[in-house]
């Protein structure tokens, strides 16, 4: 900074001011007397703009503010902190500890804590509710006696906590309910705190983790967070707007009613955990009064009503520590937000030489071979991540890694009812088919089905509406689509599963397969009937019947289909991996256009 005085300044009075100036403006400063075209004094900035005491450190003030700060992460009234070791659960600060790289499962009830684990960037709205409780609160009334250490009127944070944090090397947005508080329930801050968090990952485009236990929402303050714009219902506008934009998952640690239960079926993934979760619509109480039903919660909402009956639940977990484990892999083949590619890994050679996929495939489409076997001689080793084990067994849904490229496989599952697709097994892969195209994972159907099941149980199950999402959302995925005909492909099995109709980048065909209407036995029982049934010699009806079905194979043969150019290639068993490694790569950045529409209409 140059400066320029009077002609009549002295040297000393130049050098005063050039000093006093740089330690003010703490910049250097150059000071000329008159017009002169050199400095009479120059001075730099001292090291420290004013003089620092050592001594100096935290206030009262400071050292308040932290004993708040401890208060608050100690959770709910100390009672309900000691029965959660009874319940099989974490603390939830323990649990953030456990997920984001602290020293988890280590702190008892009541212990202090810093609440500093290794991966959490921080925590939002810590002092949230801080006036209606803490003895400290500015509006405490001086007779108020409550010194707020176990009072059953506690509630830290509001009982919801929200923050970020590193997972697996992921920053994600996190939600947590402390069940010691008012049993994790919802109120007026905890919801702002909840949505702000929803909104924030709309902007930042980073995943989302529900840790839930929340026992729904505080009734007797519903006034003030229930019905509002901004109250709870907005939760679920929310969900809607990060469906398929950012990964939402879900964790449950407890029973999670009414309002409570919808964040984990909004998610994309819900984990339950075998023991302690539950969700349901209302309470056995509500239940009881409503239908006058008696039941348990865990028959009326527990994992294995979730995971076998109604499909909300993805995984099971055996505990906390397992739920984790999931998540750590389930999140490993999604990206962090729509438009963005999966995470590839290096590749790893298959659990099971591809060269037996031709002896596991038996030569009779009725007999029946694992389809978890196929993908074990296909799927990179350790990669196979199935979702929804128990619920529509007749469809193999899964993540895996094709040279170590993320994949979503859709397989028809004969063991279970000859792979028949039943209306839950529809469902589950309308769903799947829907998520793997919104988060930009590539498809490989592998068709071994005698089509959709028949019979009046299945059309009151709505197997043509369910049957009908499954077909759509092959239809509408945009990502890039593998078929691989195992075997047979009857009916409109073949539609469903990626058949030629439905732009897959390819349709592979094994030496096994077959595609038709329907199998040989049905063909010739509705073609031939009437002509066999003419037949009286016993054994010249059979030998017409087999000759009659030996035709109708040739004309279904996949070597007929390949001829006619119905699908693209026959491989030899042994070599589908790397075909299909070679194809998956070669379209990996494929273009598709969808009609110009607001959206279709089936859901």
Same mark, same amino acid.
């Given at each position: 900074?140059?400066?320029?005085?009077?002609?009549?300044?002295?040297?000393?009075?130049?050098?005063?001011?050039?000093?006093?100036?740089?330690?003010?403006?703490?910049?250097?400063?150059?000071?000329?007397?008159?017009?002169?075209?050199?400095?009479?004094?120059?001075?730099?900035?001292?090291?420290?703009?004013?003089?620092?005491?050592?001594?100096?450190?935290?206030?009262?003030?400071?050292?308040?503010?932290?004993?708040?700060?401890?208060?608050?992460?100690?959770?709910?009234?100390?009672?309900?902190?000691?029965?959660?070791?009874?319940?099989?659960?974490?603390?939830?600060?323990?649990?953030?500890?456990?997920?984001?790289?602290?020293?988890?499962?280590?702190?008892?009830?009541?212990?202090?804590?810093?609440?500093?684990?290794?991966?959490?960037?921080?925590?939002?709205?810590?002092?949230?509710?801080?006036?209606?409780?803490?003895?400290?609160?500015?509006?405490?009334?001086?007779?108020?006696?409550?010194?707020?250490?176990?009072?059953?009127?506690?509630?830290?944070?509001?009982?919801?906590?929200?923050?970020?944090?590193?997972?697996?090397?992921?920053?994600?947005?996190?939600?947590?309910?402390?069940?010691?508080?008012?049993?994790?329930?919802?109120?007026?801050?905890?919801?702002?705190?909840?949505?702000?968090?929803?909104?924030?990952?709309?902007?930042?485009?980073?995943?989302?983790?529900?840790?839930?236990?929340?026992?729904?929402?505080?009734?007797?303050?519903?006034?003030?967070?229930?019905?509002?714009?901004?109250?709870?219902?907005?939760?679920?506008?929310?969900?809607?707007?990060?469906?398929?934009?950012?990964?939402?998952?879900?964790?449950?640690?407890?029973?999670?009613?009414?309002?409570?239960?919808?964040?984990?079926?909004?998610?994309?993934?819900?984990?339950?955990?075998?023991?302690?979760?539950?969700?349901?619509?209302?309470?056995?109480?509500?239940?009881?009064?409503?239908?006058?039903?008696?039941?348990?919660?865990?028959?009326?909402?527990?994992?294995?009503?979730?995971?076998?009956?109604?499909?909300?639940?993805?995984?099971?977990?055996?505990?906390?520590?397992?739920?984790?484990?999931?998540?750590?892999?389930?999140?490993?083949?999604?990206?962090?937000?729509?438009?963005?590619?999966?995470?590839?890994?290096?590749?790893?050679?298959?659990?099971?030489?591809?060269?037996?996929?031709?002896?596991?495939?038996?030569?009779?489409?009725?007999?029946?071979?694992?389809?978890?076997?196929?993908?074990?001689?296909?799927?990179?080793?350790?990669?196979?991540?199935?979702?929804?084990?128990?619920?529509?067994?007749?469809?193999?849904?899964?993540?895996?890694?094709?040279?170590?490229?993320?994949?979503?496989?859709?397989?028809?599952?004969?063991?279970?009812?000859?792979?028949?697709?039943?209306?839950?097994?529809?469902?589950?892969?309308?769903?799947?088919?829907?998520?793997?195209?919104?988060?930009?994972?590539?498809? =490989?159907?592998?068709?071994?089905?005698?089509? @959709?099941?028949?019979?009046?149980? *299945? +059309? #009151? &199950?709505?197997?043509?509406? $369910?049957?009908?999402?499954?077909?759509?959302?092959?239809?509408?995925?945009?990502?890039?689509?593998?078929?691989?005909?195992?075997?047979?492909?009857?009916?409109?099995?073949?539609?469903?599963?990626?058949?030629?109709?439905?732009?897959?980048?390819?349709?592979?065909?094994?030496?096994?397969?077959?595609?038709?209407?329907?199998?040989?036995?049905?063909?010739?029982?509705?073609?031939?009937?009437?002509?066999?049934?003419?037949?009286?010699?016993?054994?010249?009806?059979?030998?017409?019947?087999?000759?009659?079905?030996?035709?109708?194979?040739?004309?279904?043969?996949?070597?007929?289909?390949?001829?006619?150019?119905?699908?693209?290639?026959?491989?030899?068993?042994?070599? =589908?991996?790397?075909?299909?490694?070679?194809? @998956?790569?070669?379209?990996?950045? *494929? +273009? #598709? &256009?969808?009609?110009?529409? $607001?959206?279709?209409?089936?859901?």
């Amino acid at each position: 900074m140059k400066v320029h005085v009077g002609a009549a300044a002295t040297p000393e009075e130049a050098e005063a001011i050039a000093k006093s100036l740089a330690e003010h403006l703490g910049v250097d400063v150059d000071v000329h007397v008159g017009d002169a075209a050199e400095p009479a004094a120059s001075a730099e900035p001292p090291e420290t703009a004013y003089p620092l005491d050592d001594d100096l450190g935290p206030t009262d003030r400071e050292r308040a503010l932290q004993a708040e700060i401890d208060d608050i992460l100690e959770g709910g009234p100390e009672k309900y902190r000691e029965r959660i070791p009874e319940q099989g659960k974490l603390f939830v600060r323990d649990r953030l500890d456990l997920w984001f790289g602290g020293e988890g499962g280590t702190r008892g009830a009541g212990d202090a804590t810093d609440g500093d684990s290794a991966g959490l960037h921080f925590e939002d709205g810590k002092f949230a509710a801080f006036d209606d409780w803490h003895p400290n609160a500015p509006n405490r009334d001086a007779d108020d006696e409550r010194d707020g250490s176990d009072s059953g009127d506690r509630l830290p944070a509001d009982g919801l906590l929200t923050g970020a944090a590193e997972f697996e090397g992921r920053d994600v947005h996190f939600m947590a309910n402390d069940f010691t508080v008012k049993a994790g329930s919802m109120a007026a801050k905890g919801v702002e705190k909840f949505l702000r968090m929803q909104q924030r990952a709309l902007k930042t485009g980073k995943p989302v983790l529900y840790l839930m236990d929340s026992s729904g929402g505080r009734i007797d303050q519903q006034t003030g967070f229930f019905a509002n714009r901004e109250g709870i219902g907005k939760y679920y506008y929310n969900h809607s707007m990060l469906s398929g934009a950012v990964p939402q998952i879900c964790v449950l640690y407890g029973p999670c009613i009414a309002g409570a239960a919808y964040t984990p079926v909004f998610a994309d993934f819900t984990v339950m955990v075998e023991g302690m979760s539950a969700m349901a619509i209302a309470s056995p109480r509500m239940v009881k009064m409503v239908t006058g039903e008696e039941i348990e919660m865990a028959e009326l909402g527990g994992p294995r009503v979730h995971a076998e009956e109604s499909g909300s639940a993805d995984l099971v977990a055996r505990d906390e520590e397992h739920a984790r484990e999931l998540v750590a892999d389930l999140i490993g083949y999604l990206p962090d937000r729509a438009g963005e590619k999966p995470p590839q890994r290096e590749t790893k050679p298959p659990k099971l030489p591809p060269e037996g996929i031709d002896e596991l495939i038996p030569e009779s489409p009725n007999r029946a071979y694992d389809a978890r076997d196929l993908l074990d001689r296909i799927a990179d080793a350790e990669s196979v991540f199935e979702l929804k084990e128990g619920y529509g067994p007749e469809i193999v849904t899964a993540f895996c890694r094709i040279d170590g490229r993320p994949v979503g496989v859709v397989a028809n599952q004969p063991t279970a009812r000859s792979g028949a697709i039943f209306p839950d097994a529809a469902e589950k892969a309308a769903e799947f088919i829907w998520t793997c195209d919104a988060y930009e994972i590539p498809l =490989l159907y592998l068709c071994d089905t005698p089509g @959709f099941m028949a019979g009046s149980g *299945v +059309e #009151k &199950d709505a197997i043509l509406e $369910k049957g009908k999402k499954m077909i759509y959302a092959t239809s509408s995925a945009t990502v890039p689509k593998q078929t691989v005909v195992v075997r047979k492909a009857y009916g409109a099995g073949i539609y469903a599963m990626g058949g030629p109709a439905y732009d897959p980048e390819s349709v592979i065909g094994l030496p096994s397969g077959e595609i038709a209407i329907m199998g040989p036995e049905a063909a010739i029982n509705a073609v031939y009937a009437r002509k066999l049934a003419e037949i009286d010699d016993p054994e010249e009806r059979a030998e017409t019947e087999a000759r009659l079905r030996e035709e109708y194979r040739e004309d279904i043969d996949v070597h007929r289909m390949a001829s006619e150019v119905v699908i693209d290639e026959i491989v030899p068993p042994s070599t =589908l991996r790397e075909e299909l490694a070679a194809r @998956f790569a070669f379209y990996e950045d *494929v +273009e #598709k &256009d969808l009609p110009d529409k $607001k959206h279709g209409t089936v859901l």
